[in-house]
């Protein structure tokens, strides 16, 4: 029996576990700056901003919600001009 899958499945069962051992409250809030901060993205790449949305960033933006958005951008505007 391969070991690395079973430690995934533990790894992956533990994670569910305490996410749902949190707070619903907490979970909403988690939910709800995702959806904004990728609402944020969508409309400010229509609108010619170019925002880069990859794992990274959208991990950073779900965490974080608009201060996400504002980190990406400054980050993605620093890097650019090296």
């Known amino acids: 029996m391969p070991i ?4 995934i499945g533990v790894a992956v069962l533990f994670i569910v576990l305490k996410i749902l051992s949190m707070p619903m409250k ?3 809030k988690f939910l709800i700056n995702a959806v904004v901060g990728g609402v944020v993205i969508y409309v ?6 170019g925002l880069v949305l990859n794992w990274i960033t959208a991990l950073i933006v779900g965490f974080l919600g608009i201060p996400g958005v ?4 400054i980050l ?4 650019h001009l090296l």
């Open 44 to 49: 400010l790449n229509l609108l010619g901003v």
């Open 76 to 79: 993605q505007f620093v890097f």
């Open 70 to 73: 504002i980190i990406v951008a």
């Open 4 to 7: 690395l899958p079973f430690i």
């Open 26 to 28: 907490i979970i909403i």
